[in-house]
């Protein structure tokens, strides 16, 4: 483990939303000397050389092999691992396919994400066991959690934020058509407008689309 040897590890996060990686590096900061952010990236490739990418897929295409092909075919990342709320068998079949190292839970309170990390930078695959779903660990941070809004209506907001159509939100996010809408009516009330219009520009305003910037380095990281 690199704890146990005196070096902490180095970590790159990626996801196209701000907010939700820097969420996850305050999460971390707590275990600076098992694990540094080395950067944090949003819409940039992983330029830094670094032990492990931890790739949170918020507001991502859960079907989109792209990303995550990229993440793994880049030298300057030793490790990959995929961090998300949805745990459903054939996305990690799928994750497993593109030859990452990891798959883990966003239920993972922080001291057991980091120990996973360390697993997986020792080389040992870490998969979390299969779920249709698993709730937040504390700490983390998303657009509209201020609002009111769950990890899970956010998601999908930010997903209709995007341009997409119902169903495309049904597929990427392996949910049916049915409870998509019904999603879609709890946030129209949370958030009080009466059409998706009305609900994208709200998105717009608030940070539900992606940004298009890399933050350098965290917090004095190397």
Same mark, same amino acid.
């Given at each position: ?46 330029s830094d050389v670094v032990d492990v990418v931890l790739y949170d897929n918020f507001a991502q ?23 998300t709320w949805n745990l459903h068998p054939p996305l990690i079949q799928s994750a497993r396919q593109q030859g990452v190292d990891g798959y883990l839970s966003k239920a ?12 997986? +930078? ?19 941070? $998303? ?58 520009? $709200? ?8 940004? +298009? +910037?890399?933050?350098? +380095? $965290?917090?004095?990281?190397?």
């Amino acid at each position: 483990m690199a704890a146990a040897c005196g070096t902490p590890i180095k970590v790159a996060l990626v996801n196209d939303y701000d907010v939700v990686v820097t969420g996850v590096a305050y999460m971390l900061d707590r275990y600076a000397d098992r694990v540094v952010v080395a950067e944090l990236d949003t819409n940039r490739t992983v330029s830094d050389v670094v032990d492990v990418v931890l790739y949170d897929n918020f507001a991502q295409p859960e079907s989109d092999r792209d990303e995550v092909g990229t993440l793994v075919a880049n030298p300057a990342a030793r490790r990959v691992v995929v961090y998300t709320w949805n745990l459903h068998p054939p996305l990690i079949q799928s994750a497993r396919q593109q030859g990452v190292d990891g798959y883990l839970s966003k239920a993972l309170p922080a001291r057991d994400l980091v120990s996973a990390l360390e697993r997986v +930078h020792a080389g040992e695959p870490v998969f979390a066991d299969t779920a249709a779903r698993v709730r937040s660990a504390p700490g983390l941070d $998303w657009p509209g959690r201020r609002e009111g809004l769950t990890d899970r209506e956010s998601e999908i907001l930010a997903l209709i934020t995007q341009g997409m159509s119902n169903a495309q939100v049904a597929e990427l996010t392996f949910l049916s058509p049915n409870t998509v809408k019904s999603y879609i009516r709890t946030i129209y009330q949370k958030i009080q407008v009466g059409s998706r219009t009305q609900a994208v520009l $709200w998105g717009v305003e608030r940070g539900f689309t992606p940004d +298009h +910037h890399r933050v350098e +380095h $965290w917090r004095g990281g190397p």
